[in-house]
Antibody, heavy 120, light 111 residues
Framework: QIALKESGPSLVKPTQTLTLTCTFSGFSLNTRGVSVGWIRQPPGKALDWLALIFWNDDKRYSPSLKSRLSITRDTSKNQVVLTMTNMDPVDTATYYC????????????WGQGTLVTVSS | QSVLTQPPSASGTPGQRVTISCSGSSSNIGSNTVNWYQQLPGTAPKLLIYNNDQRPSGVPDRFSGSKSGTSASLGISGLQSEDEADYYCAAWDDSLKGHVLFGGGTRLTVL
């Protein structure tokens, strides 16, 4: 049974760096083909993909946010960490992490999401 | 603005069939598989269709997916009130070293 859970601050100030952790169980990020992604959703708006880290530590980022994002993994802890620099109120959103088992599959398991508000 | 274009809204009455479209380009839908997600109010998205037309275990066969060229469609037959939700298409895009794209979402209303 795959499970993912996001954790991190619920409130950050403008210009600060956001660090979110996705802790997962039920799979290994060392398994060929597997990846974990981050997706966000501003209130009342559409899903917005942020980043993806693969089983071989390959990484991909949203082209529009690439300069602000970093995704890393700790396979010993079953965690994936997303950092986003220079936070702005427009970054207020629910942030989800999700599992993908190969390149053609979708995100088949999602965390519950964590709401991050950016405000001074 | 999403590169994958969906109609913002769709509607139908119980028992009807509705179709939601997703239009892309050669670098995304034209060369990669399409996935569809259902998001019920206040919940995380759920994978509904993967690899263009495959249903994960537990998804009713009322839901179907298809792809042709640079467009894809989600079909829902025998519409039920619990199908009222937001639906998103998604695909890999080969440009700019590769990235995931989501459509802008379609809100389905069951009248």
């Amino acid at each position: 049974q795959i499970a993912l859970k996001e954790s991190g601050p619920s409130l950050v100030k403008p210009t600060q760096t956001l660090t979110l952790t996705c802790t997962f169980s039920g799979f290994s990020l060392n398994t060929r083909g597997v990846s974990v992604g981050w997706i966000r959703q501003p209130p009342g708006k559409a899903l917005d993909w942020l980043a993806l880290i693969f089983w071989n530590d390959d990484k991909r980022y949203s082209p529009s946010l690439k300069s602000r994002l970093s995704i890393t993994r700790d396979t010993s802890k079953n965690q994936v960490v997303l950092t986003m620099t220079n936070m702005d109120p427009v970054d207020t959103a629910t942030y989800y992490c999700a599992h993908k088992y190969d390149s053609s599959s979708g995100f088949d398991s999602w965390g519950q999401g964590t709401l991050v508000t950016v405000s001074s | 603005q999403s590169v994958l274009t969906q109609p913002p809204s769709a509607s139908g009455t119980p028992g009807q069939r509705v179709t939601i479209s997703c239009s892309g380009s050669s670098s995304n839908i034209g060369s990669n598989t399409v996935n569809w997600y259902q998001q019920l109010p206040g919940t995380a998205p759920k994978l509904l269709i993967y690899n263009n037309d495959q249903r994960p275990s537990g998804v009713p066969d009322r839901f179907s997916g298809s792809k042709s060229g640079t467009s894809a469609s989600l079909g829902i037959s025998g519409l039920q009130s619990e199908d009222e939700a937001d639906y998103y298409c998604a695909a890999w895009d080969d440009s700019l070293k590769g990235h995931v794209l989501f459509g802008g979402g379609t809100r389905l209303t069951v009248l």
